[in-house]
């Protein structure tokens, strides 16, 4: 790789959307702007290209979203998930940003999605890209090099060089590339299993990792030990349960597997472990990952009957089907007389009632070590069919703190006067833990933009 | 139900298409797949004649190669159509010519080309490079024409009725006096509007490239409009013609004149900015298919106006019979290869189109019923 220039006014490591956002911002204020994307051009944008929305905060309706999703609502939601694990100064100035995030991406060419069924089908509280985060991606990045940011991709920093807190230069394998300002957003560790295990301890070998694989934190680990002040726990992350015959990285959405409610999940031993008629989706699918990460070999199997079939989203794989409960222990690896034993153990035990898969039907079991709460129907119309599952994970918490200013703060107490961290990198500081819909791409639009403007104010001696 | 290479790949594409739906906003394809859980070839030629060809969701595609699921939705829509553009000729076995399009329709351009000025020159013999007192009729009298383009154009006819009836069958639709007319209004108009070059949000189609154009949306128009007025200035000649007694040649400013003109003007534009765009596309999203089909279509349209409008200048000098020959012996061959080559196109997307209007207003899919979805 050769830069035009050995110097640039805002250098920026990472080209998701908050990198992205944050050249474009910087070039528009009339910064020479650099980009240095780590993947190679087909899988530009980090995790971008696996997203598909993001939550604005709005009163009235805005753009493709109806009704108002006010800052009260929205403060409300994000507690619920973090409990209280967030800054809320940063958290509140990321919810107010958010409005404006929506027009800024259509100016620069970014599609949103209209309803499908007309203006009765708006969504509220989250817009969607037309096609998904890649059409973003591709808007950002067309619009970026139209306005002259010179875009380098194959680029993974090497090492960086900060002396008391201020960035010099960094390096990217023997190239080295000096600038006024810095924006770190080069994402989260999850796809670096070795930093996973630190952790984890040896089953994150058994973890899918469903995002880019570049994703491997080399520049969080420069910055942490570089003196910059961590923000988040290591073993924080995105997890949910997904088809374990996904792909080992990359996966993205469509290895979900949305059909726990429906049926039973039992373990490599044929033993149920968690209620699996607890909650909705959101919430299922936040937990999951976890309950999966905690059994034997981090595997789990939902077994479904005949009744279930096409009563939710269809997954990527085909499931493993079988006329009784015994031959599909067999085909998935399972003793036999073992699922049986569940299975009549839970059959006996469903109590009688109305179902219902719209609300908690309170249809339940009863008598078992663990119970099923709500959506509980008796397995006993053949085929039979078993999906595998495996602990998938989406992102991780662990990164640098930042102040309002995106700038990134040292652990001695002082904060660096010209690094600034966008995205995946800082989202921990207003996502602590839990996660809810487009919040990622929310705290990296904002922060994008924070990070580009004080980053190209600094470069500039505004 | 034919099970081929290309109905597998689209089947294996559909499926995760399915599981992920990011791209549902972009077209009828992912929103009549959304209203099913298998994918059968009945299911798929009508979901391969949804696909525009747009290439949007190619472009935004988080799976697209070098992913290892190797997603190329519009590639493998191509590559099905160009089988079950086969599938559906009539008679049957002239469905093969749709596997070497390009080749056969250059050769009979060639065959056709020479047959009318070798016969136009035998039958004129000295006369072929004289003017004429009644322009081209002096080369090649009416009736003679009207004889041959008749024949011609009845088993042109015959053969795209008996295509479409086989079409409309696999489409589960019924009989056309039972159809639900409000749902057909829709897809008509969703197909003469090229709703679905749009890309979805009215930023047009990734074509040539990545970036959201309206360039080949408009092209279309030109080409589809210009077809028409072309067709609309023949019709009317005839009309003229027999209703009228009001034989060709005619002046500037009659039905005929004004019709052709406008018409063979969008009819040269129109084909000869898509054919433009086309040496631009990527090539991805086109899959590995017969790229001569498609060019071979546009080139005869360019020549049929672009030596209809040749025909009217020279028409009382002495080079009106070989442009008469030349322009004659190319609409000729567009005919011949309407049922059998890109021309066809049109049938199929507009059948699809109604049914997915109706798919769309009940919710529910009407081809492709499986079995396995009846409730317990």
């Known amino acids: 790789m050769k830069t035009r220039f050995d110097h640039y006014d805002v250098l920026v490591a990472g080209g998701g959307q908050a990198g992205l956002i944050a050249a474009i911002v910087a070039a528009e204020k009339g910064a020479r702007v650099c980009l240095l994307e780590g993947a190679p051009r087909t899988h530009r944008g980090g995790n971008t290209r696996h997203t598909r929305n993001l939550r604005p905060m709005h009163i009235g309706p805005l753009s493709v979203l109806s009704g108002t999703y006010d800052e009260a609502e929205y403060w409300d939601d994000l507690m619920r998930v973090t409990k209280g694990k967030t800054n809320e100064t940063l958290a509140r100035m990321t919810l107010r940003n958010s409005t404006e995030a929506v027009a800024w991406l259509e100016q620069r060419g970014v599609q949103f999605q209209p309803p499908l069924g007309g203006t009765l089908h708006l969504g509220r509280t989250n817009a969607f890209f037309m096609g998904g985060g890649k059409q973003l991606l591709n808007a950002l990045y067309r619009h970026a090099e139209k306005l002259g940011v010179e875009v380098h991709y194959d680029a993974m920093v090497s090492s960086v060089d900060i002396a008391d807190g201020e960035f010099k230069s960094l390096q990217v394998g023997e190239h080295t590339i000096s600038a006024k300002a810095f924006v770190a957003a080069g994402g989260g560790f999850e796809a670096n299993i070795e930093w996973l295990k630190e952790a984890w301890g040896d089953i994150a070998e058994n973890f899918l990792i469903r995002g880019t694989p570049y994703n491997r934190g080399d520049l969080l680990r420069i910055l942490l030990d570089a003196g910059a002040q961590q923000i988040g726990e290591p073993n924080q992350c995105h997890a949910v349960a997904i088809d374990g015959r996904a792909p080992k990285f990359d996966g993205g959405i469509c290895t979900r597997v949305d059909c726990v409610s429906l049926g039973i999940v039992v373990n490599k031993n044929a033993e149920r472990f968690y209620d699996e008629g607890e909650d909705f989706w959101p919430k299922r699918y936040a937990i999951w990952g976890r309950l999966v990460a905690d059994q034997p070999d981090q595997v789990a199997h939902v077994i479904i009957d005949q009744k279930a079939r096409g009563a939710f989203m269809p997954p990527v794989f085909p499931p493993v089907v079988a006329n009784t409960i015994g031959e599909l222990a067999e085909k998935i690896g399972l003793d036999p007389a073992a699922l049986e034993k569940t299975v009549n153990d839970y059959n006996a035990s469903v109590q009688p009632g109305q179902f219902d898969h719209t609300e908690l039907d309170g249809v339940h079991t009863n008598g078992l070590a663990v119970n099923k709460t709500n959506w509980a129907r008796t397995l006993d119309h053949p085929p039979y069919s078993a999906y595998s599952l495996r602990p998938g994970i989406t992102f991780t918490y662990l990164g640098v703190e930042v102040s309002e200013k995106a700038q990134m703060q040292m652990a001695n107490g002082t904060e660096s006067p010209n690094i600034f961290a966008a995205g995946e990198i800082m989202a921990g500081n207003v996502l602590g833990q839990g996660y809810l819909a487009g919040i990622g791409m929310t705290i990296g639009n904002v922060f994008g933009r924070i990070a580009g403007s004080e980053a190209a104010d600094y470069a500039l001696n505004r | ?376």
């Open chain 2, 1 to 376: 139900m034919r099970s081929t290479d290309k109905t597998t790949e689209a089947a294996r594409v559909m499926t995760i298409c399915n599981a992920c739906r990011y791209c549902e906003g972009h077209c009828a394809v992912f929103q009549a797949m959304e209203l099913r859980l298998e994918f059968n070839s009945d299911t798929l030629d009508y979901l391969a004649n949804l696909c525009h060809n747009c290439g949007a969701c190619y472009h935004n595609c988080q799976y697209a190669p070098p992913h290892e699921f190797q997603l190329n939705v519009p590639a493998a829509m191509a590559e099905l159509r160009q089988e079950n553009y086969g599938v559906y000729a009539w008679p049957g076995f002239m469905g093969r010519l749709f596997a070497n399009n390009g080749l056969w329709v250059s050769l009979l351009s060639v065959i056709v080309i020479t047959l009318f000025f070798g016969a136009t020159a035998i039958l004129t013999g000295a006369d072929f490079f004289a003017a004429h007192e009644n322009a081209f009729y002096g080369v090649i009298s009416h009736n003679v024409l009207a004889t041959l383009f008749g024949i011609v154009g009845g088993f042109v006819l015959l053969a795209l009725v008996g295509s479409v009836v086989k079409f409309w069958r696999t489409m589960n639709l019924p009989s056309p006096l039972m159809l639900d007319y409000p749902r057909v209004m829709q897809g008509i108009k969703d197909a003469l509007s090229l709703k679905y070059l749009d890309g979805g949000n009215g930023q047009g189609c990734s074509y040539p490239g990545e970036t959201p154009s309206m360039a080949r949306r408009w092209l279309h128009q030109m080409t589809f409009w210009g077809f028409m007025l072309c067709f609309a200035a023949t019709s009317s000649a005839t009309i003229l013609h027999y209703g009228f007694d009001l034989p060709a040649p005619y002046g500037y400013f009659s039905l005929p004149k004004l019709f052709g003109i406008l018409g063979g003007i969008g009819l040269i534009v129109g084909p000869a900015g898509l054919l433009m765009l086309k040496a631009k596309a990527d090539a991805a999203p086109k899959g590995k298919t017969n790229k001569g089909m498609d060019v071979s279509f546009l080139v005869l349209l360019f020549l049929t106006s672009l030596t209809g409008l040749c025909l009217m200048f020279v028409r009382d000098t002495h080079y009106v019979g070989v442009m008469l020959s030349l322009h004659l012996g190319v609409v000729m061959t567009l005919f011949l290869s309407m049922p059998y080559g890109k021309f066809i196109h049109g049938f199929y997307r507009l059948i699809a189109l109604i049914v997915f209007a109706v798919e769309k207003n009940d919710h529910k899919q009407v081809i492709g019923v499986c079995q396995s979805r009846k409730t317990i």
